[in-house]
């Protein structure tokens, strides 16, 4: 007789103990925060390290008619914060390179601390020794021709932002998301290692330890594999998201609840939102739960179809129900647009194939059709989508939970803003 899965939460009771776990966690982490903050507000100036996550040129008109030129530089300090500063001219690419500054913010708010801040510097020393994810970075791009494709495989596997050209080229393609290190590369990685690791496990596992659980050890092993990697990248906060719920999902399943529900994601959420404050401001963390809440969705009216259908629907789904929202950010859609349905498809081959022939050093196999999709020429329109509909769309979707009729008008809802995109460009 197979056992039922039941739910996390049986009583209010198990509700209120949670929720002041949550709470006890987040002002725990929020005071850390605060005494983060205070240090660095103490005096007027202080000397921090980071990383330039981000560094580029920003022109900009004045009143009189002048072009100004900034060089703008994303910054991620020792401490985890982010912040953005204006470099001297004579420092034309720090991209990805590890700094020491002086930094002014002094005045900056708490709320702006945790938001992302702008402060005033000026950099003290730039460091030429290559740290382990440079070394990585040079070995990958040596096996590209193109500044593009160097930067495309950089961003695929070491999180390294690319160019804002080519973030507007991933954007009007509409596969900004699978170029950006997130949980559908992370639920790749993991499915990899754990095909990896049966083999030799079993082996082992047959001739000195048959008693252990072979799902119990793989996910030790494959845990402690992603968190590595998750900790080499600096911790991007969509991967944050994915590896809380791996954790989380499986002591859950261990346990006999139930996996593929809401509760589940939102306990993940309250939970990172609890030990992780600043997460509450990140518009690439929002967009992540926003995903997995549409493929658990997904995975409630679609349980009665077989495997299959669900791998050739899924696609389609997500890239209805996200459509609004990418519309209401980026603004970028074009005719061609839909076709990231196939290019999201066949990700799940690319990305493996592509992994394991970097690791040969034949990375270059497939760039001509790669360089061919990344000078396709796209006649994209900008549009707009008013905060109404995006409201309509989001209530759709939390309503669609419960009610199978609000599901169905979810789906209508979006199929009818996709052939409004459309006919807006053609």
Known sequence: MQLQKVELFSSKRDIFYFLLLCCTLFIFSLSYQYYQY???????????????????????????????????????ADDGSI???ITNRKYHNLQHKHIELEVWAGNISFLAYLKGYFA??????????KTLKETFALAIAKQHKTQELQELFNALFLALAPSKHLQQIFSQLGI??????????????????????????????NRYFPYRSYHKDSFIVIAFLLLSYMLFLGTPDSLLRTYG??????????????LFSMQTLLVTLLLLLSLFPKLFFSLGFALSITGVFYIFLFAIYAKNLTKWWQFILLPFWMYLVMLPYSIAIFGNFNLEHPFSILWTTLFSLFYPLELFLHLINHGNLLDRPLTYLLHVRLHTTILSLSKTVLLLHTLLSLGSIYKRFLFICLLFESCFLFIYFIYNVT
């Not at 240090?39 to 004045?62: G, M, P, R």
């Open 38 to 76: 205070k240090q660095l507000t103490k005096f007027d100036s202080q000397i921090l390290h980071a990383e330039v996550l981000k560094h580029y040129k920003k022109t900009k008109q004045t009143k009189s008619g002048k072009l100004r030129t900034k060089y703008i530089a994303k910054l991620k």
């Open 83 to 85: 912040f953005y500063t």
């Open 245 to 258: 719920m791996f954790v989380v999902g499986f002591l859950l399943y261990e346990r006999g609840f139930t």
């Open 176 to 205: 900004s998301h699978l170029v950006a290190i997130s949980g559908f590369h992370l639920g790749i990685l993991s499915a990899i290692l754990f095909f990896l690791f049966r083999p030799p496990y079993s082996f082992l596992q």
């Open 120 to 129: 005033f510097s000026k950099i003290l020393h730039v460091s030429t020794k």
